[in-house]
């Protein structure tokens, strides 16, 4: 059965955020931010794919105000006047082409190597100071660590309404900061952020807590989730459908609007015995709106349905068919999107023959978040 393409390019509309169609630019970091600042050519970058059909940009990882949260220095920061009128100019940018733009707010953890820039003297810090190798670094953090970098978080969110952002993305996933709270291998806590699968939600809560309290109730909160981690695709936070649900319940109470629910590969299902991907599964326990993504239009083969070829389980048809079940409601593309800015509007308008595909060449600065 064929599925219409014009699904993709309906609107969605969730609190305070009007998108034209459900294509979403997944976060990239580049390190193109020199000193930590996003200049005229970002702004430029980011420009051109939403005058070319991106719905809604997640940018690039950008760094919350605490001196671990990177390990680069050309990693683009979310504080300090410079920074954020250079974000400012960005916003202006990408609303000026029709598009609509969130950041996505990030702390790295303990995924900061020792002695990295842009402050080599400052550690990495984790729940249990262990990084996701299992290799004891630092000492865990201290409450009074845990509530300056909760902090720290509010404050960003809190900017980004200022700035004119279209809401907010807080980086839960891939092994990163909030996400070693989340996972058991990295959170050893005794404590009120350590234990059960439920209590190692508490930091997340509390990030989240602080990102509402600052942008008010009608501001779009997106959470971004994996069950992956950085270089370990097999690592699980949760094993069934119904420790998800108490996985989540803490996070949707905390005023999570969105999921955004990373996966390797979107048509893969999630637990046994279902169809329903990560972002499927989420949706249907929570009822919130979900981003699936996950290696969407990486080769020919899945578009090779609008050229009038065969259909694959990985195309675009099967794609379209999960968004009209229902299954999820926004669709991110990332590689695609940075070998070809115009990839959402050759798909739009069957351009599909001269869509450019990504090299690995591409890839060469970019660290996928």
Not at 59 to 68: K, N, V, W
Not at 74 to 95: D, I, R, S, T
Not at 162 to 184: K, N, S, V
Not at 321 to 332: I, P, Q, S, T
């Amino acid at each position: 059965m064929k599925h219409s393409i014009q699904s993709l390019f309906s609107p969605f509309t969730f609190k305070n955020l009007t998108l034209a169609n459900r294509m979403v630019m997944a976060p990239m970091t580049r390190g193109f931010a020199l000193g930590g600042v996003p200049g005229p050519e970002i702004a430029k970058y980011y420009r051109r794919r939403a005058e070319n059909g991106v719905g809604l940009i997640i940018t690039e990882g950008t760094l919350i105000d605490h001196p671990a949260a990177a390990s680069s220095p050309n990693w683009p920061n979310f504080h300090g006047e410079e920074a954020l009128a250079g974000w400012a100019q960005v916003v202006k940018a990408v609303h000026e082409a029709g598009g609509r733009i969130v950041p996505q707010l990030w702390h790295v953890g303990m995924q900061r190597r020792v002695g990295s820039l842009p402050n080599p003297d400052a550690l990495p810090i984790g729940p249990s100071g262990i990084n996701i190798d299992g290799e004891k670094i630092t000492e865990p953090m201290s409450e009074a660590e845990i509530l300056t970098v909760v902090e720290a978080f509010g404050k960003a969110a809190g900017q980004a309404k200022r700035l004119g952002f279209d809401g907010i993305e807080i980086h839960g996933a891939h092994g990163y900061l909030i996400d070693q709270f989340f996972w058991e291998k990295t959170n050893q806590r005794t404590d009120r952020y350590g234990g059960s699968l439920v209590k190692r939600t508490r930091f997340a809560v509390e990030v989240v807590e602080a990102c509402r309290k600052a942008v008010g109730p009608d501001f779009p909160i997106i959470l971004r989730l994996s069950q992956w981690k950085a270089g370990d695709y097999s690592a699980r936070l949760v094993e069934n459908p119904n420790q998800l649900e108490k996985f989540l319940a803490p996070l949707v109470d905390a005023g999570v609007d969105i999921f955004h629910c990373s996966t390797r590969r979107f048509w893969e299902p999630e637990f046994a015995g279902s169809d329903l991907n990560w972002a499927g599964w989420i949706k249907k326990l929570t009822g919130k709106p979900t981003i699936t993504v996950g290696s969407v239009g990486l080769k020919k083969e899945f578009v090779g349905s609008l050229g009038g070829k065969a259909n694959l389980e990985t195309g675009i048809d099967h794609l379209i068919e999960r968004l009209e079940k229902g299954e999820f409601d926004l669709v991110a593309v990332g590689r695609a999107l940075l070998s070809d800015p115009e990839w959402v509007a050759k798909i739009r308008d069957r351009r599909v023959d001269e869509i450019v595909y990504f090299k690995k060449e591409d890839l060469k600065s970019t660290v996928l978040i």
